[in-house]
């Protein structure tokens, strides 16, 4: 079974500064997919960034980034120039690839940001 | 285009009682997933379904919980005669296809059973 590990319950940055929020992963599969989600204190969950296991470039969206490492079973989130709205819970997730009942999330136990002034 | 919308927002039911979450998948989208979230942990895959089908339902309980996505309609979770340990932030995700690698989430319902 798949698995997936964020080792920091909560991280603190300073407004303007940058953050890396740790996640690895346990998997046999060669295909698949891995999602970083914020849940702010509404609880809507936002789909950060998103990587596809076959490509080696990392992902970028604006001030979010991805370093992928598929040998290692790594996949940190990088967010620069840090700003007030990013303070809420991340959730690092895995999809295998393919469809049926591969298409559920395995998720994270999140990693609570906080942003201070 | 409407986001997933899932009612309600809040719900509290006591012991025993009967739970109904529902869920409206964007438009177009026929695809629907259901995931709970205990409080402080992650997200736990309860059940996938495509219209009048259930395709996984390994992350379901045996007992009480039931789901369903009917031709027409929103797609329903169903708890009957709820515990205190149901109570928990149930979330719907959407997607236009199975190959759903970017599911759309819905605010999700929160269960308080007193």
């Known amino acids: 079974a798949q698995t997936v590990t964020q080792s920091q319950p909560e991280m603190s940055v300073q407004e303007a500064e940058t953050v890396t929020l740790s996640c690895t992963y346990d998997?046999?599969?060669?295909?698949?997919?891995l999602f970083w989600y914020k849940q702010p204190p509404s609880r809507q969950m936002i789909l950060v960034i998103r990587q596809e296991a076959y490509k080696q470039q990392n992902a970028t969206e604006n001030r979010f980034s991805v370093n992928f490492q598929k040998a290692a079973k790594s996949f940190s989130l990088k967010i620069s120039d840090s700003q007030l709205g990013d303070a809420a819970m991340y959730f690092c997730a895995y999809r295998p690839g393919g469809t049926g009942t591969a298409s559920k999330l395995t998720f994270g136990t999140g990693t609570r940001l906080q942003v201070t002034l | 285009n409407a986001g997933v919308m899932q009612n309600p927002r809040h719900l509290v039911r006591r012991r025993g009682q009967e739970a109904r979450l529902r869920c409206s998948p964007m438009?177009?989208?026929?695809?629907v997933y259901w995931y709970r979230q205990l409080p402080e942990e992650g997200l736990k895959f309860m059940v996938y379904l495509q219209k009048e089908n259930i395709i996984d339902e390994s992350g379901m309980p045996k007992e009480r919980f039931s789901a369903e996505f009917p031709k027409e309609g929103p797609s329903i979770l169903r708890i009957q005669q709820v515990v205190r340990g149901d109570s928990a932030a149930y979330f719907c995700a959407s997607s236009r296809t199975s190959l759903n690698t970017e599911a759309f989430f819905g605010q999700g319902t929160r269960l308080t059973v007193v």
């Open positions: 438009k177009g989208h026929s695809h």
């Open positions: 998997t046999s599969e060669s295909d698949y997919y």
